[in-house]
């Protein structure tokens, strides 16, 4: 969803935050959630191709002028 409406991972929200739930407790952990949100991040910048079903991840691409 933060790729397809082009958001960042500061849009992505404990459900603690939402309901006051411990849900998931090992997300409480500041963190924790810290390195998921890394994560995430990471995988957002990532492009993945499949190529006659070999699967390549380019993670920095170079504009060569």
Do not use: P
């Not at 998931?24 to 993945?48: G, P």
């Amino acid at each position: 969803m933060l790729k397809k409406y082009k958001l960042n991972n500061d849009y992505i929200y404990r459900y603690y935050y939402i309901t006051g739930k411990d849900c998931s407790k090992i997300m409480l952990d500041h963190k924790e959630w810290q390195i998921f949100k890394y994560k995430v991040s990471k995988q957002m910048d990532e492009v993945k191709l499949d190529i006659n079903k070999e699967l390549f991840i380019i993670d920095k691409i170079a504009k060569i002028t």
